[in-house]
């Protein structure tokens, strides 16, 4: 039997947190994401909120929150989180009222659609996928 892995060094959050609350709508179902950045501004936590309380999906979105964050916390890049949760598809999917994000397969495909938007480099999001409405402009406008 080989050893137990050494845990990863968590990076703690600051104190106070200067991060951004985006209300969304997908479908008719009211959703809220908080994400708070690192002092250097990479992201290092995140809070999926569901309109409707008590409901299943809002407490396996809790659940996935909190491991999101323990990972940014402890080293797992953004760009891992984002390959794997985006395109997933599950109810609540369809036309969202984020002008740049406007159709989406999950409430999972739009949070990490958003923060790779929002915290990660070109680069980053032409290797996941992610075009925003502004970047199809700017492609139409380039041919």
């Known amino acids: 039997m080989s050893a137990p892995a050494k845990p990863a060094a968590r990076r703690r959050m600051p104190r106070q947190r200067s991060g951004a609350t985006t209300s969304i709508a997908i479908a008719d179902a009211e959703f809220y994401l908080t994400a708070n950045p690192f002092d250097d501004g990479s992201l290092g936590e995140v809070f999926i909120k ?3 309380q008590g409901s299943t999906l ?63 480099d ?9 075009q925003t409405l502004d970047d199809e402009a700017r492609q139409l406008a380039s041919a």
């Open 50 to 52: 569901f309109g409707k």
């Open 58 to 120: 809002g407490g396996l979105l809790d659940a996935v929150s909190i491991s999101v964050s323990l990972g940014l916390q402890s080293g797992v890049g953004l760009e891992t989180y984002a390959s794997k949760y985006i395109d997933m598809r599950f109810e609540s999917m369809g036309i969202t009222d984020d002008p740049m994000i406007p159709t989406v397969t999950s409430v999972l495909d739009y949070v990490f659609r958003r923060l790779a938007v929002d915290f990660l």
């Open 122 to 130: 070109s680069s980053a999001c032409a290797r996941l996928g992610v």
